[in-house]
């Protein structure tokens, strides 16, 4: 069983369009993750919720919106992507703070 | 708020060789160091972490350090293997609650046979 669970693996969109990203976790923690990788592989936190309740958002343009339905979930959904947004994301869950953060296997986002 | 710096950026050894990257942070009040790997195609995975009420922590052929009086702390790998050749990340609490991880910039490891 995958811990840390996201879908799409791969999106390739235009410019212009909406597009979102799942994660789920079954590892019962509190805590998820949104973090953005550059090409030079420069891993930054975008968003983090504990117990649906976002509790960290970084200077992320306000295109970004996550969605945490339940503790085991937490959706990106990206309105208007522009090239710049070309990157590969990935959630991440914990049991809380200062402890282990078990990552998803990544979705890459490229926009053309 | 925490800045974590680390170096170097590439790193290459043989195969035997050991393997050292350092960080530093700025935020005296961090108490928790985690290292990550990073293989191609997949998420970053933690493989050791510190708190800071301990110096060192050893497992197996990998080993982190830590110095709070200058603020950095560094991660030893013995007996280096081809198997160990990834993007290895340190990282540091972003708040006291440690509710996110501010990551260095990475270091690529090659260890060529």
């Known amino acids: 069983d995958t811990a840390v669970s996201q879908t799409p693996k791969y999106l390739v969109t235009q410019m212009g369009n909406d597009k979102s990203i799942k994660c789920e976790q079954n590892l019962g923690h509190d805590t998820m993750y949104w973090y953005k990788q550059d090409s030079k592989k420069f891993l930054k936190i975008m968003f983090s919720?504990?117990?649906?309740?976002?509790?960290i958002n970084e200077t992320v343009p306000n295109r970004f919106s996550p969605k945490s339905p339940d503790k085991a979930h937490l959706n990106l959904h990206i309105n208007s992507l522009e090239l710049g947004d070309s990157a590969v994301y990935f959630c991440a869950s914990s049991p809380g703070g200062n402890t282990e953060a078990f990552f998803g296997q990544g979705t890459r986002l490229t926009v053309v | 708020g925490e800045n974590v710096e680390q170096h170097p950026s590439t790193l290459s050894v043989q195969e035997g060789d050991s393997a050292v990257i350092k960080c530093t942070y700025s935020d005296s009040a961090s108490n928790y160091f985690p290292w990550y790997k990073q293989e191609l195609g997949k998420g970053p995975q933690l493989i050791i972490d510190i708190r800071s009420n301990v110096g060192e922590k050893k497992d197996q052929r990998i080993a982190v350090t830590l110095n709070k009086t200058a603020k950095h702390f560094s991660l030893h790998i013995t007996e280096t293997q081809p198997e160990d050749s990834a993007v290895y990340f340190c990282a540091a609490p972003a708040n006291q609650a440690g509710t996110a991880l501010i990551f260095g910039k990475g270091t690529t490891l090659s260890v060529s046979s």
């Open positions: 919720y504990n117990n649906k309740e976002l509790i």
